[in-house]
């Protein structure tokens, strides 16, 4: 288990960034949390660090987004997968086929229908206002190998 303190939402895009480096084609990033801890912030981040230009909005409204960069960016939020089916129809594992990287947000909601592999990534409000409480778990053989250098990375943002 790793952990990490943000201190503005700046940081967040950086630690988000930091995380970028360390994805490959096929993998799933599942960042939960409640409404406002983040995930979207933490989202900007990680798209610029993919390259991706276009500006990342919150995907409540649609519930996923595609994006162009280094590798291709599914923008996913499962908050309003109100059943199972809509989580079903939801079929990830085909969009990252295709080489894409996967940032599901409200990813506990989700998880339980996905691959086991995944980076898990938990937000939580800190003590300041502006304080962000991270805690990340690589699940899965596949994200095992990378547990040393996600702790690595986090290193830059110290509880
Ligand atoms: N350390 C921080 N990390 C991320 N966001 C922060 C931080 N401090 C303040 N904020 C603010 O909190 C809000 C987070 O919103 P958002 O990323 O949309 O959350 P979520 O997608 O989890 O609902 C933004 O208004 C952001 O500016
Ligand atoms: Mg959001």
Known sequence: MITAVTKSAEDTRGLGEALSRLVKPGD??????????????????????????????????????????????????????????????????????EGGVALVEWGDVIAPTLPADYLDVA?????????????IRTVGPRWAPRAAAVGAAMERWPL
């Not at 500006?55 to 409540?60: F, H, K, L, M, N």
């Not at 939580?124 to 409480?133: C, K, Q």
Request: glycine share 10%; net charge negative; no cysteine.
């Open 28 to 97: 799933i990033v599942l960042l939960s949390g409640d409404l406002g801890a983040g995930k979207t912030t933490l989202a900007q981040g990680f798209a610029r660090g993919l390259g991706v230009t276009d500006q990342i909005v919150s995907p409540t409204f649609v519930l996923v987004r595609l994006y162009r960069g280094r590798l291709p960016l599914i923008h996913a939020d499962a908050y309003r997968m109100d059943n199972l089916d809509e989580v079903t129809d939801f079929d990830l594992p085909e969009l990252l086929d």
């Open 123 to 135: 937000i939580e409000l800190g003590e300041a206002d502006d304080d962000r409480r991270f805690t």
